[in-house]
Antibody, heavy 118, light 108 residues
């Protein structure tokens, strides 16, 4: 089982970044996928969820209107387009799959660091 | 939004002893409560879901209990690899999914 995020890096305030999460060895297209972030030294914060059907999406108020979640089931890949980035978006971003029987998060990637700074 | 509150913030326990971590929800989440373990520099790992069901591969020394608004994670005999930060999460009423602020379990 591999869940691998990529695309993090240093970006200036107001800039954009696109994160990817590639899943292998695990069923992808039948489950909702999620982004969760963790600011340095802080706890976990849910960011966004996309349903297995691609149509249903949900966002935390802190990112609504600035972030867009999407997925490509043919590539078993999840994305997070992040626009109008702010210093407070600095965090490690994890992707996580919905659980087998309910909406907990059962498989997580190792995370990718996004730093928003001038 | 359901607020999850964990206590204590830090728990110091000697190896081999029992550790009891608490999580409280601001309103009922039924049994839709998960526990995660996170070690420095690593991703969270699912331990418990449905308040009391161990995830695949989780040792039997980890147990969860509770329903409604009060939940407990118990580690019966602490091993060195158990010292980490533990988070509870509700998935009853979302969005948003909400996590507790974490309990750091450290070696005494």
């Amino acid at each position: 089982v591999q869940v691998v995020e990529s695309g993090g890096g240093l970006v200036q305030p107001g800039g954009s970044l696109r994160l990817s999460c590639a899943v292998s060895g695990l069923t992808f297209n039948s489950y909702a996928m999620n982004w969760v972030r963790q600011a340095p030294g802080k706890g976990l914060e849910w960011v966004s969820t996309i349903g297995a059907n691609v149509v249903s999406t949900h966002y935390a108020d802190s990112v609504k209107g600035r972030f867009t979640i999407s997925r490509d089931n043919s590539k078993s890949t999840l994305y997070l387009q992040m626009d109008s980035l702010r210093a407070e978006d600095t965090a490690v971003y994890f992707c996580a799959r919905e659980g087998e029987v309910d909406y907990y998060f059962d498989h997580w990637g190792q995370g990718t660091l996004v730093t928003v700074s001038s | 939004e359901i607020v999850m509150t964990q206590s204590p913030a830090t728990l110091s326990v000697p190896p081999g002893e029992r550790a009891t971590l608490s999580c409280r929800a601001s309103q009922s989440v039924s049994s839709k409560l998960a526990w995660y373990q996170q070690k420095p520099g690593q991703a969270p790992r699912l331990l418990i879901y449905g308040a009391s069901t161990r995830a695949t591969g989780i040792p039997a020394r980890f147990s969860g209990s509770g329903s409604g608004t009060e939940f407990t994670l118990t580690i019966s005999s602490l091993q060195s690899e158990d010292f980490a930060v533990y988070y509870c999460q509700q998935y009853s009423n979302w969005p948003p999914y909400t996590f507790g602020q974490g309990t750091k379990l450290e070696i005494k």
